[in-house]
T-cell receptor, first 108, second 116 residues
Framework: DAKTTQPNSMESNEEEPVHLPCNHS???????IHWYRQLPSQGPEYVIH???SNVNNRMASLAIAEDRKSSTLILHRATLRDAAVYYC?????????FGTGTRLQVFP | SAVISQKPSRDICQRGTSLTIQCQVD?????MFWYRQQPGQSLTLIAT?????????ESGFVIDKFPISRPNLTFSTLTVSNMSPEDSSIYLC?????????????FGSGTRLTVV
């Protein structure tokens, strides 16, 4: 599986937008970009995924660079509940291989 | 989305013993996955469990240490055998949830294992 690079940690204030970056320069044409997050003391939960086009859902938006070598997860208005570890994962098979992720802190 | 029930939620075990973790899904799924999360670390995939065939193990994990059963399309067990303190981790099962409005993988809440 191709590798991703994420910052170890990021901080945000409540109700502000958050942009979580992910670099994946070795991505192949068939790799989907998945984002999961893990809240404290819980299993990971699905956030969003995409292949080439930007994607929006009720939780977040995913902006994918034109060359697909990077992507950004956008939380439009951070809440305290969004404090979690966010994982950017490339998938071309049926299994999720987790990297180290970005720990997001949200301050009131 | 699929709902996963994982048991036990936590346990404290003596070294040298074995613990079997159960994962029950409320719908039929083709593949189930078992992960380990060591303290302060990310998740590491142990194996993929398919019904009717032997589990496929990732590098660094072997069947003798982590035997897996998959008797039907809604249930799987992971056994942690001959435990040592290094096995203290959270063990999670996961399934591919094609029935969800937002396609993705669903995870159980995990089994927190402490080996003393």
């Amino acid at each position: 599986d191709a590798k991703t690079t994420q910052p170890n940690s990021m901080e945000s204030n409540e109700e502000e937008p958050v942009h979580l970056p992910c670099n994946h320069s070795t991505i192949s044409g068939t790799d989907y970009i998945h984002w999961y997050r893990q809240l404290p003391s819980q299993g990971p939960e699905y956030v969003i995924h995409g292949l080439t086009s930007n994607v929006n859902n009720r939780m977040a938006s995913l902006a994918i660079a034109e060359d697909r070598k990077s992507s950004t997860l956008i939380l439009h208005r951070a809440t305290l509940r969004d404090a979690a570890v966010y994982y950017c994962i490339l998938m071309d098979t049926d299994k999720l291989i987790f990297g180290t992720g970005t720990r997001l802190q949200v301050f009131p | 989305s699929a709902v996963i029930s994982q048991k036990p939620s936590r346990d404290i075990c003596q070294r040298g013993t074995s613990l079997t973790i159960q994962c029950q899904v409320d719908s039929q799924v083709t593949m189930m996955f078992w992960y380990r999360q060591q303290p302060g670390q990310s998740l590491t995939l142990i194996a993929t469990a398919n019904q009717g065939s032997e589990a496929t193990y990732e590098s660094g994990f072997v069947i003798d240490k982590f035997p897996i059963s998959r008797p039907n399309l809604t249930f799987s067990t992971l056994t942690v055998s001959n435990m040592s303190p290094e096995d203290s981790s959270i063990y999670l099962c996961s399934v591919e949830d094609r029935g969800a409005a937002d396609y993705g993988y669903t995870f159980g809440s995990g089994t927190r294992l402490t080996v003393v």
